[in-house]
């Protein structure tokens, strides 16, 4: 367990938010059955992209490239990637984290208005995956399959996205299913059959089995990321997994959080 703190997530109305220390979950203990290793094409490929996405104007709002270490996250997911494809890799990443690091798309809270404001806003940031039409060009000629999964995942993304503001989860079920679309790890997913050429037959790729183990890596990247907020010192957001268990206190929460975490680990282990 790790120490960390935030604000309590009542605070009384009028006073300001009451600092609490609290134990996070140990994820690196938990996740420790998933072997860890490093590109050796690192360093070149983090410097290559991160002026790529200057030079395209992609800006990150609360933070410079270099301190998002996306060129990082890409060599330690895929560690037998060789230069090219890591390189697009790290720049899919790079254009995820972008958006993440932005409001969600919609504004309205109104689903019906929400709707007709998301087509609209959506086609805008489609723009921003434009990006890497050039190359992902190239890779669907080689394997049309594969980048058919990649827009439906990158759909996915968006439109969930765009359901954010007027979404209401009715319990920790439809939450975590939500999630799942709208942390974005879909697309990363996929990359690796990227990375591999993977050509799957059609009766895999709609396996029960296949689902099951996409859902559990998706689950373990989105609540890991919704344990990890607690750090920012902030209260915790209306839309994080924490909010929604129903608990005696943000420490149960945190717990039964990483209890979950932990059961999709497991799970992956089995598959």
Same mark, same amino acid.
């Given at each position: /367990? !790790?120490?960390?703190?935030?604000?309590?997530?009542?605070?009384?109305?009028?006073?300001?938010? &009451?600092?609490?220390?609290?134990?996070?979950?140990?994820?690196?203990?938990?996740?420790?059955?998933?072997?860890? =290793?490093?590109?050796?094409?690192?360093?070149?490929? +983090?410097?290559?992209?991160?002026?790529?996405?200057?030079?395209?104007?992609?800006?990150?709002?609360?933070?410079?490239?270099? !301190?998002?270490?996306?060129?990082?996250?890409?060599?330690?997911?895929?560690?037998?990637?060789?230069?090219? %494809?890591?390189?697009? /890799?790290?720049?899919?990443?790079?254009?995820?984290?972008?958006? *993440?690091? =932005?409001?969600?798309?919609?504004? +309205?809270?109104?689903?019906?208005?929400?709707?007709?404001?998301?087509?609209?806003?959506?086609?805008?940031?489609?723009?921003?995956? #434009?990006?890497?039409?050039?190359?992902?060009?190239?890779?669907?000629?080689?394997?049309?399959?594969?980048?058919?999964?990649?827009?439906? @995942? %990158?759909?996915?993304?968006?439109?969930?996205?765009? %359901?954010?503001?007027?979404?209401?989860?009715?319990?920790?079920?439809?939450?975590?299913?939500?999630?799942?679309?709208?942390?974005?790890?879909?697309?990363?997913?996929? /990359?690796?059959?990227? @990375?591999?050429?993977? &050509?799957?037959?059609?009766?895999?790729? !709609?396996?029960? =089995?296949?689902?099951?183990?996409?859902?559990?890596?998706?689950?373990?990247?989105?609540? #890991?990321?919704?344990?990890? #907020?607690?750090?920012?010192?902030?209260?915790?957001?209306?839309?994080?997994?924490?909010?929604?268990?129903? #608990?005696?206190?943000?420490?149960?929460? *945190?717990?039964?959080?990483?209890?979950?975490?932990? %059961?999709?680990?497991?799970?992956? !282990?089995?598959?």
């Amino acid at each position: /367990m !790790s120490e960390s703190k935030a604000a309590s997530p009542n605070p009384i109305e009028g006073q300001p938010p &009451r600092t609490i220390c609290i134990q996070l979950p140990d994820l690196l203990a938990t996740c420790s059955p998933f072997e860890l =290793r490093m590109n050796g094409h690192c360093r070149a490929v +983090s410097q290559a992209s991160e002026r790529w996405l200057l030079d395209c104007g992609v800006v990150l709002p609360s933070m410079k490239w270099p !301190s998002a270490k996306v060129g990082l996250l890409a060599a330690a997911c895929y560690p037998t990637a060789d230069a090219p %494809q890591l390189r697009l /890799m790290a720049d899919v990443l790079g254009l995820l984290v972008y958006r *993440l690091d =932005r409001p969600a798309l919609g504004r +309205s809270t109104d689903h019906n208005g929400a709707e007709g404001e998301c087509a609209d806003i959506a086609r805008m940031e489609q723009e921003i995956f #434009s990006l890497l039409s050039d190359r992902l060009s190239s890779a669907a000629y080689r394997n049309p399959g594969w980048y058919i999964r990649f827009r439906k @995942a %990158q759909r996915a993304f968006l439109d969930a996205r765009c %359901q954010t503001p007027a979404f209401e989860a009715g319990n920790l079920e439809s939450y975590i299913s939500f999630r799942r679309q709208q942390c974005g790890f879909l697309i990363p997913l996929e /990359m690796i059959a990227y @990375a591999k050429d993977l &050509r799957l037959p059609e009766s895999f790729l !709609s396996s029960e =089995r296949l689902e099951i183990l996409r859902d559990c890596v998706c689950d373990i990247a989105a609540l #890991s990321e919704d344990i990890v #907020s607690c750090a920012n010192g902030t209260p915790i957001d209306s839309l994080n997994v924490l909010s929604i268990i129903e #608990s005696g206190s943000l420490e149960d929460a *945190l717990a039964i959080a990483g209890n979950i975490v932990n %059961q999709r680990v497991n799970c992956v !282990s089995r598959c």
